[in-house]
């Protein structure tokens, strides 16, 4: 899936173990495959999928033979738990893969994690919006490690061309094709609301376009009442109007993510439109590319007529990191890794050759010069981020661990109209007290 799967795959792992209790669990055992070890050397953990990241160790470790990383790749669904029982028990390793947010805060507010400055690393090379989910009062806890992945809104242009629609622009554009599609015998929108995941991608971008960003950014910050803010309750209204009009056709609570099932919908011409990150364009690409060539479209999610949110505002994925250990031993080390060899100029051309964008500035004259068949597809992604004034972290990483569990349930009993509106933002707001 070159290099997204993590991040799309991370997110069917919810677990309640939050890292004050795994302070006093010891540690278990590790798995998965790892390069030459040094024992003057440094640790780091990562997933099993980092191809291009792993690459950037195997540069710095021909380098640096006297001092080499030691990298150790896990499986998705045992990553974060093994990281936990390791921080606790003192065997972290120097640099530890993370998705940045609530996740990563714990550990920077338990005294886990050593903030980084722009000398130590050039932080001033990416993207300001990405940063925002490695950054705690004010100070930098990671270095954005691979692609970029917003969420978007994909279409299938002879699907819409066939309906008589146009790609939505608006909240009200999107419920005007809906009606259309949906007459015109295909699904509306495409999703996997079996995952529930996918489906809280729409309540992200929906809060964002009805509140702004202020609106999550209260939540985030702790204020558990914030979940009771009308625009809350406003944004599941306009999901359960999307699900009341028959947005997602009947049978979207059995159809999983994981089992490709929401894609084929897309590209064999079944649903018109897919809401998606931009890990979405490589399964295309890789199950469909004729229709990736010819009938594949895609822009930003709609905007919301008299909303408080900017339309140009994102959400979904900023990136992974890469963050410090404070009990490293081999700091000055680590430093010169993440500086020197992460986001490198041979690293963008890596990600950019496989249809991703890295999060870093200036990449304009690169766009523009690239032979890729992927070159509007990435000058879409990078335009997009560059020009969003908040890229908003999907809410199953910003939030604390423990929250994640009552937070995809609620989102599904919204979507399924078990619960009213307002009770959503009740409930969450008891999740989070």
């Known amino acids: 899936m070159r290099g997204f799967r993590n991040i799309r795959a991370r997110r069917v792992v919810a677990t309640a173990v939050t890292v004050a209790a795994a302070i006093g669990l010891a540690a278990?055992?590790?798995?998965?495959?790892?390069?030459?070890?040094?024992?003057?050397?440094?640790?780091?953990?990562?997933?099993?999928d980092q191809t291009i990241l792993k690459e950037s160790v195997d540069a710095y470790n021909k380098d640096h033979p006297d001092e080499k990383i030691t990298l150790r790749l896990y499986a998705n669904d045992d990553y974060k738990q093994k990281l936990r029982v390791a921080f606790g028990a003192n065997q972290a390793p120097d640099i530890f893969f993370n998705w940045g947010g609530g996740a990563l805060?714990?550990?920077?507010?338990?005294?886990?994690?050593?903030?980084?400055t722009a000398a130590q690393v050039k932080t001033d090379r990416f993207t300001p919006s990405v940063m925002q989910s490695a950054t705690f009062d004010g100070k930098v806890y990671g270095v954005p490690a691979n692609g970029l992945a917003p969420v978007v809104l994909y279409y299938n242009k002879k699907v819409l061309k066939n309906a008589g629609v146009e790609p939505p622009k608006t909240y009200d554009e999107l419920m005007t094709a809906v009606g259309k599609l949906k007459g015109d015998g295909v699904i509306p929108l495409s999703l996997a609301a079996n995952s529930k995941w996918p489906t809280l991608m729409y309540l992200?971008?929906?809060l964002d376009r009805t509140g702004g960003s202020r609106a999550f950014a209260k939540i985030?910050?702790?204020?558990?009442?914030?979940?009771?803010?009308?625009?809350?309750?406003?944004?599941?209204q306009y999901l359960q109007d999307l699900a009341k009009a028959g947005a997602f056709g009947n049978n979207a609570s059995s159809v999983n993510y994981d089992q490709g099932a929401s894609t084929a919908l897309l590209y064999t011409g079944k649903a018109g439109m897919e809401v998606m990150g931009t890990?979405?364009?490589?399964?295309?690409?890789?199950?469909?590319?004729?229709?990736?060539k010819k009938d594949l479209g895609y822009v930003a999610f709609p905007a919301l007529t008299g909303g408080a949110g900017n339309a140009k505002s994102i959400v979904g994925n900023p990136s992974n990191f890469?963050?410090?250990?404070?009990?490293?031993?081999?700091?000055?080390?680590?430093?010169?890794?993440?500086?020197?060899?992460?986001?490198?100029?041979?690293?963008?051309?890596?990600?950019?050759?496989?249809g991703s964008v890295p999060p870093v500035n200036g990449l304009e004259s690169k766009l523009a010069a690239t032979k890729s068949p992927d070159k509007a597809w990435l000058t879409f992604v990078y335009d997009l981020v560059q020009n969003a004034p908040s890229f908003q972290l999907s809410w199953d990483q910003a939030l604390p661990s423990d929250q994640a569990d009552p937070l995809l349930t609620n989102v599904d009993k919204s979507f399924l109209?078990?619960?009213?509106?307002?009770?959503?933002?009740?409930?969450?707001?008891?999740?989070?007290?």
């Open 28 to 48: 278990c055992g590790t798995s998965g495959p790892s390069t030459t070890t040094s024992a003057k050397g440094l640790t780091m953990w990562a997933l099993n």
């Open 322 to 354: 890469l963050s410090l250990n404070a009990s490293s031993g081999h700091k000055s080390a680590a430093i010169t890794y993440l500086k020197k060899y992460v986001l490198d100029d041979s690293q963008v051309d890596a990600y950019l050759a496989t």
């Open 417 to 433: 109209r078990q619960i009213k509106p307002e009770q959503f933002g009740a409930n969450m707001s008891k999740a989070g007290s």
């Open 279 to 292: 890990w979405e364009y490589a399964n295309l690409v890789k199950a469909a590319p004729d229709f990736v």
């Open 105 to 116: 805060d714990d550990y920077v507010k338990a005294g886990k994690v050593d903030a980084l």
């Open 220 to 236: 985030a910050s702790g204020d558990a009442t914030a979940w009771t803010d009308p625009t809350v309750t406003k944004a599941n």
């Open 204 to 206: 992200e971008y929906l």
